[in-house]
């Protein structure tokens, strides 16, 4: 059974750090582009970050570069987001998702196959 759990989330202060992991099971991710998203109420899924296979390739939301940063270890099978000097309006629901192919915009929700249950982020002012 294919699975993606997130952990670390919780409430923060303004200008504070949470570091975010996602463990895999069921599938073994070093074949996989990873990533993170975001989604608050009423609005889309938003992609946050994502990270090649081997780590070659890394790409972030414009809004969270220079405070989040991505990572992977495929030998423990788990994927991390530190996020750095959080801001209220980075309060969400975080998910891992997980996508086989390299085709496609990789910060498209649609087109990820794998998908963690999300973990809360809120960050007071």
């Known amino acids: 059974q294919v699975q993606l759990i997130e952990s670390g989330g919780g409430l923060v202060q303004a200008g504070g750090s949470l570091r975010l992991s996602c463990a895999a099971s069921?599938?073994?991710?070093?074949?996989?582009?990873m990533a993170w998203f975001r989604q608050t109420p009423g609005k889309e899924r938003e992609f946050v970050a994502s990270?090649?296979?081997?780590?070659?390739?890394?790409n972030y939301l414009e809004s969270v570069k220079g405070r989040f940063t991505i990572s992977r270890d495929n030998a423990k099978n788990t994927v991390a987001l530190q996020m750095n000097t959080l801001k209220p309006e980075d309060t969400a629901v975080y998910y891992c998702?997980?996508?086989?192919?390299?085709?496609?915009?990789?910060?498209?929700?649609?087109?990820?196959?794998?998908w963690g249950q999300g973990t809360q982020v809120t960050v007071s002012s």
């Open positions: 998702a997980a996508r086989l192919s390299y085709y496609g915009d990789s910060s498209l929700a649609r087109n990820y196959d794998y």
């Open positions: 069921g599938f073994t991710i070093n074949t996989y582009r």
């Open positions: 990270i090649s296979n081997r780590s070659g390739q890394i």
